[in-house]
């Protein structure tokens, strides 16, 4: 009856989406009266999952799941949550935690509630809250299958540490040809460098950058702060950047904790897709422009002058508080 | 091949969201909908492959009769017919339920759906249509090519892209990349004229029960005004984050 968690991992380590959904499984867990059993397959050390309230972890070790592939691990996930007898299933909101969930959520027979922002406001009937018309409402929806599937919101309950003992235990699910009816054939990743989902922090540039030979400018700042590249909707439809940097309710959403937007208007459609980030700074050369009324912190002034300002005065403050 | 495009009716992205009926239903008053832009980038790859590979193209919407001018739409921009299963889509499942019934029966090799809708956002119809009729998924698809039986299709994945090789029956969850922006097509007066003479088939739903049901919306709260900071003095801005937001 325990409330089943799965957690991402890669190359061997955690990732911080997956303690979240470990602490907010603890939330639901707490209040079922039941304890959180963690699935992992191929992932890290199992103490960490303890740490954030996972007192069972089942350890899938398989090299045949070396590669995310969205129905062989969600059939491992299937059979994990019948193991446990789970009635509720937590995931993230990753690329392929939405790849794997509809599969999941079919076999399971569960209601699936996409995008959820907070722990369940009851749990009879089963209400929880989630984002939709990207970030610009809230609905609260009942789930009224026996089995629920919850995908939690990047960044929306955090991390919160709930130390137990996790007791390990491997898990080896069964496996047919049919799950890996899709194959990988290959992958291209870029390789040390954040990526827009994992960023704590996002530092995206619009057209007021004028030409695509300005993002040294735009590297350079995200460099200093740890933070991944991106660029508003008419940016990558001109070519200056690739799509998988256009943020935007039509491009990938951001829930980064600071986001700044250099030379971006901020279009309702930009807004939307990246409004779920917590803080927001707006540098633009033009008073008027609506993101500021969507900021946090503005600064008018030409990003040209601004932003190598702002570079050097962040190194200062970096070589202070290292 | 034959090809089934899923087409949500979903309000334009420029829309103003507000609800209605102390906050329990969306108002659609003043608001323009249009083809989900997913489910766009979709149809127009379907064109290419008609083209390209002769393929019949039908495309498909579960909705009221308001959303008819959508499935009109799909049809001038070149789809061959038009299904409309005339129930409200309450939720993921039952849309993928009611979808999954037309495609068994109408033994569609390529279903191509939007990776989410811009309204609801759920990216579940796709892989639960795939689930429930047993065809293959790729998710997040940013290019597609068929080949007999065979197909290869790229899928983006978190700093990059991953390619991956299946079989027919295939479903994918699409996205901008499929094609270009610039590919999108405008329906010009002739694919107009001609939309009106294509057939638009209406199909009484399955009686399928939605397993999770909305009670109520809500509107995020106002935030609080933006604090400006003098371009002159940008380290002003680097003590606020450190000290008062606390995010570096």
């Not at chain 1, 990732?15 to 304890?35: F, P, Q, R, W």
């Not at chain 1, 996002?202 to 950058?209: D, I």
């Not at chain 2, 109408?106 to 809708?117: H, N, P, T």
Request: hydrophobic residues 45%; negative net charge.
């Amino acid at each position: 009856m325990s409330v089943l968690v799965y957690t991402e991992s890669e190359q061997g380590k955690f990732k911080k989406i997956a303690l979240e959904a470990v602490s907010y499984a603890k939330g639901v867990a707490d209040m079922l009266g039941t304890t959180v059993t963690a699935v992992s397959i191929n992932g890290g050390d199992s103490t960490e999952l303890g740490n954030y309230g996972a007192s069972k972890v089942l350890q899938v070790t398989n090299d045949k799941l070396a590669q995310f592939n969205a129905k062989a691990y969600a059939d491992a996930i299937t059979q994990a949550a019948q193991k446990e007898n789970a009635k509720v299933v937590i995931i993230s909101s990753s690329a392929n935690a939405k790849f794997l969930a509809p599969l999941l959520a079919v076999q399971l027979n569960a209601a699936y509630a996409p995008n959820v922002v907070a722990l369940p406001e009851s749990t009879t009937p089963f209400v929880v809250k989630s984002n939709v018309f990207t970030n610009k409402a809230f609905a609260k929806a009942e789930l009224k299958s026996e089995i629920k599937l919850i995908g939690l919101s990047k960044n929306a309950y955090g991390l919160r540490e709930n130390a137990v003992s996790a007791a390990t235990e491997s898990f080896s699910p069964s496996l047919s040809d049919a799950d890996f009816s899709v194959k990988v054939e290959s992958v291209d990743k870029v390789t040390g460098k954040v990526t827009i989902a994992d960023a704590e922090i996002v530092v995206s540039g619009g057209r007021g950058l004028k030409g695509p030979e300005n993002w040294g400018l735009i590297e350079e700042l995200a460099g200093v702060l740890g933070a991944a590249t991106a660029c508003s909707k008419p940016v990558s439809d001109m070519g200056w950047r690739p799509h998988s940097e256009h943020v935007g309710q039509t491009g990938k959403p951001v829930a980064s904790n600071l986001y700044i937007a250099i030379g971006i208007s901020g279009a309702i459609q930009h807004l939307a897709g990246i409004n779920a980030s917590k803080v927001k700074v707006v540098i633009n050369n033009d008073a008027e422009a609506p993101f500021f009324k969507a900021a946090d912190y503005g600064i008018v002034g030409d990003a040209f002058e601004v932003v190598p300002k702002l570079i050097e005065k962040l190194k200062e403050f970096k070589a202070n508080n290292a | 091949m034959k090809i089934l495009v899923c087409i949500s009716h979903v309000p334009d992205t420029t829309s103003k969201i507000n609800f209605k009926n102390s906050d329990t239903q969306f108002d659609t008053n003043g608001v323009q909908f249009v083809i989900n832009p997913n489910d766009e980038f979709g149809l127009t790859r379907a064109m290419w492959f008609k083209e390209k590979q002769g393929a019949a193209v039908h495309v498909i919407n579960v909705g009221g009769p308001e959303t008819e001018p959508t499935l009109r739409k799909a049809l001038a921009i070149g789809a061959d017919e038009a299904i409309r299963i005339n129930t409200a889509p309450v939720d993921g499942f039952f849309v993928a339920k009611q979808l999954a019934k037309v495609v068994a029966e109408g033994g569609y090799d390529l279903v191509i759906a939007g990776r989410e809708s811009i309204d609801y956002n759920g990216g579940m119809v796709p892989g639960m249509l795939a689930a429930l009729t047993g065809a293959n998924f790729v998710n997040n698809c940013i290019s597609l090519e068929v080949d007999g039986n065979n197909a290869k299709a790229v899928r983006e994945i978190d700093g990059g892209r991953e390619t991956l090789s299946t079989t027919l029956p295939l479903v994918i969850g699409g996205q901008k990349g499929l094609v270009e922006e610039s590919d999108l097509r405008i329906p010009n007066m002739r694919g107009i004229m001609m939309a009106r003479q294509k057939p638009l088939k209406v199909v009484e739903p399955d009686g399928a029960t939605p397993a999770t049901q909305i009670n109520a919306f809500e509107k995020p709260a106002p935030k609080g005004a933006v604090k400006m900071i003098d371009p002159e003095n940008v380290e002003e801005l680097v003590n606020l984050l450190h000290n008062e937001a606390k995010v570096i």
